[in-house]
Each structure stands twice: as C-alpha cells, then as structure tokens.
Nanobody
Framework: QVQLVESGGGLVQPGGSLRLSCAAS????????MGWYRQAPGKQRELVAV???????NYADSVKGRFTISRDNAKRTVYLQLNSLKPEDTALYYC???????????WGQGTQVTVSA
C-alpha cells in the first residue's frame, strides 16, 4: 500500500518559517520525482516545487528564493523549507510522487500552512 504522509504544517506569522516533511512508503522512493503542490481555498492546485531523481529542482516563480525542496532517499522523505512566509502562501500543501517511466502518480493527504498575524 502506497502512503505519502505530510507533516510540519501550522500557523506562522508573516516572515516566519516552516519545514514540511513527506514520508513515503510502499514505493521505490529513489526512482520517483517528488514534488510539493498547494491549493488555497477557491483556487486550483498549483505546483510549488519539484525535485527529480537526479536532484534537479524547479520552483514556482512565486516561491523562488524563499522555499527549498530537498530529498533524503535513505529516509524516503522529501522536505520543503518555507522561509519568509507571506499570507498568500496560506494553503493546503500536498506531497506528490511521480514515476516518469510509467506516469504513476501518488498524492498525500495534505498539511495546512496558515500565514497570519
């Protein structure tokens, strides 16, 4: 059974930081591109950041320079460091695992990030 379990969300003031984690089980983690997406109320889900099996990263323009994605294949975990948070970063953040060879795609349940004074 495949599981992607996110953690680390919470309430933070503008300018603050959080670190999200996503622990994977039931998949060969090292062969999956891993990503973070977010969805704010009334908006579509959007890509935040992705890290490939080779360690290449890509970020949404809105988070470049503030967020950092990383992965630890030994721990089967992908991280998202969120710095300089803004109210517009408030959303449900989802972890995604994507196997390019087969287009197999898995999602976590999400972790809520709320940025508010």
């Amino acid at each position: 059974q495949v599981q992607l379990v996110e953690s680390g969300g919470g309430l933070v003031q503008p300018g603050g930081s959080l670190r999200l984690s996503c622990a994977a089980s039931g998949i060969s983690f090292s062969i999956y591109d891993m990503g973070w997406y977010r969805q704010a109320p009334g908006k579509q889900r959007e890509l935040v950041a992705v890290i490939t099996t080779g360690g290449s990263t890509n970020y949404a323009d809105s988070v470049k320079g503030r967020f950092t994605i990383s992965r630890d294949n030994a721990k089967r975990t992908v991280y998202l460091q969120l710095n300089s948070l803004k109210p517009e970063d408030t959303a449900l953040y989802y972890c995604n695992g994507y196997w390019p060879r087969t287009h197999r795609n898995y999602w976590g349940q999400g972790t809520q990030v709320t940025v508010s004074a």
